[in-house]
């Protein structure tokens, strides 16, 4: 996942308060993704009444933040094809290097798993046709076509796709785009995203079916890439201080609580949820000082936002069902009351994915930063971008 400066992003005070972790991230950030895959784990692991819309914000607050970084980025990789230092082609070139090096290891690896338990069993909604779409990134076209099937556990892989399938349109647009014009191309594909939503409702589409459209999903990211456009807006003081970061906050866990349960309402009116999380992060990257960022900084939430992208794949495999096998099979019957079951798969989750960071993820970062250091580290490209040019900050 893409990784910034956290004291230079939307550079309007220095963040004195708040100390710089080891991967340069923003502070506050980790404790966004943490808040969201634990909303998409809670809408997937219980059965609360309208568990799903919880999960359904979860997704749209990655969405907007992984528009803001990667918008951020290109726009300062075009940036430096527009003073002469780099070709739009090798700014390419160096931006789906990192991105793979990102995304594609464990994506891939946990699909090689499935294939190769597929040759002693099966599993629901992974057949060969079914594999190979997952394998070319076009789960959510698919469950768009078939909005009604049985998945098994590879529901979440939707998502994924429609990330990839972004960065493959959105990075072109902008490298060979003067950089001058990123609001303009996002209002356009928020507004494109929009009118599809519209247009879907209209004509009574299946709410699944809605729920994955690649345009639709495309205007979320976009509402990230146009909160990166705004870094020369000179905010109010009212605007980012921190009880108006609290109450951004506490509205994203409370949307899907309130309105979650009107479903018809719900349809049409919950992708715009992603508004609130535009604004929360810019709140987020405009003031670092605050509780609000101190909160979102602790080590828990952190550590989990840090691991989120392997907790959000292997979420859907872990399962208790699955360590009571385990245990019956050492002659041990193990059993849980229902509400401590998911505690232990959330554990059990977060221990795989802090493994898969520290040992496989991570390394595969810094090979990318290496292969591609004529151009900086990710981290700097997008610092730089999210920053004033009058109030750059050094590493």
């Given at each position: 996942m893409a990784t910034v400066d956290q004291n230079a992003i939307f550079a309007a005070q220095p963040a004195k308060t708040v100390a710089r972790s080891a991967e340069d991230r923003i502070a506050g950030f980790d404790g966004v993704r943490a808040i969201a895959v634990l909303m998409v784990f809670i809408s997937h692991k219980t059965t609360l009444p309208h568990h799903d819309s919880y999960g359904s914000v979860g997704v749209w607050v990655f969405f907007v933040l992984s528009g803001m970084l990667i918008s951020s980025i290109l726009s300062e990789m075009r940036g430096k094809v527009e003073a002469g230092t780099q070709s739009s082609w090798r700014s390419?070139?160096?931006?789906?290097?990192?991105?793979?090096?990102?995304?594609?290891?464990?994506?891939?690896?946990?699909?090689?798993?499935?294939?190769?338990?597929?040759?002693?069993?099966?599993?629901?909604?992974?057949?060969?046709?079914?594999?190979?779409?997952?394998?070319?990134?076009?789960?959510?076209?698919?469950?768009?076509?078939?909005?009604?099937?049985?998945?098994?556990?590879?529901?979440?892989?939707?998502?994924?796709?429609?990330?990839?399938?972004?960065?493959?349109?959105?990075?072109?647009?902008?490298?060979?785009?003067p950089r001058k014009y990123l609001a303009r191309i996002c209002i356009g594909f928020m507004l494109a995203g929009a009118a599809m939503l519209a247009w879907l409702v209209s004509v009574k589409t299946h709410p699944n079916a809605i729920h994955v459209d690649p345009l639709i999903a495309f205007g979320m990211l976009s509402v990230g890439g146009f909160v990166a456009s705004l870094k020369n807006l000179k905010a109010p003081a009212w605007l980012v201080g921190a009880q108006a970061q609290a109450a951004a906050g506490v509205a994203l866990i409370a949307i899907p609580l309130v309105f979650g349960y009107f479903r018809d309402t719900w349809n049409i009116w919950g992708p715009l949820t992603c508004t609130v999380a535009g604004l929360f992060l810019f709140q987020i990257a405009r003031n670092q000082q605050t509780p609000v960022v101190a909160f979102l900084n602790l080590w828990p939430l952190r550590s989990l936002g840090r691991v989120s992208y392997a907790f959000y794949i292997l979420h859907q495999f872990v399962h208790f069902y699955n360590v009571q096998t385990v245990f019956h099979k050492l002659h041990m019957d193990i059993d849980a009351p229902p509400i401590v079951q998911p505690v232990v798969e959330l554990f059990i989750t977060l221990a795989l994915a802090t493994l898969s960071w520290h040992f496989f993820e991570r390394p595969l970062l810094r090979l990318g930063a290496r292969l591609t250091a004529r151009e900086g580290a990710e981290a700097s490209s997008a610092t730089a971008a999210l920053s004033p040019g009058w109030q750059r900050a050094t590493r």
């Open positions: 390419m070139g160096d931006f789906y290097v990192r991105r793979s090096l990102r995304i594609f290891p464990l994506y891939y690896a946990c699909l090689g798993v499935f294939a190769l338990g597929s040759l002693f069993t099966s599993f629901v909604g992974f057949s060969r046709v079914e594999a190979t779409i997952y394998t070319l990134y076009g789960t959510n076209i698919y469950f768009e076509m078939t909005p009604t099937g049985d998945y098994g556990h590879f529901g979440h892989f939707w998502s994924l796709s429609a990330e990839e399938q972004f960065y493959l349109l959105f990075a072109p647009i902008l490298l060979f785009t």
